[in-house]
């Protein structure tokens, strides 16, 4: 496994190789030890499966404050997506800043998103399946979400919006005042 460290701390690409031959192939997608330099000590604590059936759609961006702060690991397993990180810690250098990576069903790449960082994605396609790996339990209580448009951010997804969750359309904007989540 690769690491690829993206510009947003403890955030990265992870890729895998594939091998294959006249059966088919096979790629490791996740080793606690090859990858224990980006789990600190973590570990997978929740591993959850979405589908989505509409190009265009958006879900996000959730994240969980402390003590349940969460690392996620994404991958797509069918389709195209759009997948967003946005840094939501107090002091961190890329406070409030967001990248954006394609991950494909068949690719071997995932996102790792910190802790402290909010997750959201855009399908590119139709028929859509998602798998998340967590480092923390859900907690809703210490669940929480921006705004996927929220002008203070500016997340460009790449196409237009076709579907969003009446969940996800009443999450707030940030407000002025807010400076970060502590860890």
Request: charged residues 20%; contains cysteine; aromatic residues 10%.
């Amino acid at each position: 496994m690769r690491i690829l460290p993206l510009d947003i701390a403890g955030a990265a690409i992870l890729e895998s190789d594939r091998h294959g031959d006249e059966r088919g192939g096979f790629a490791r997608w996740f080793c606690e030890h090859e990858l224990s330099a980006v789990l600190n000590g973590a570990s997978i604590r929740q591993m959850n499966h979405s589908t989505s059936l509409q190009c265009g759609t958006v879900r996000g961006m959730h994240f969980q404050y402390a003590p349940q702060a969460e690392k996620k690991i994404i991958r797509c397993l069918a389709g195209r997506i759009f997948d967003v990180v946005l840094d939501l810690r107090a002091g961190s250098e890329t406070f409030l800043q967001w990248r954006g990576v394609e991950l494909s069903g068949g690719d071997d790449r995932a996102l790792l998103i910190p802790e402290g960082c909010a997750h959201g994605f855009q399908t590119l396609s139709d028929q859509v399946q998602m798998l998340y790996l967590h480092t923390a339990f859900y907690a809703p209580e210490l669940e929480a979400a921006v705004a996927y448009n929220d002008p203070r951010v500016q997340i460009a997804w790449p196409l237009p919006i076709t579907v969003v969750s009446d969940r996800d359309r009443q999450h707030p904007y940030l407000p002025v005042d807010f400076f970060g989540i502590t860890l």
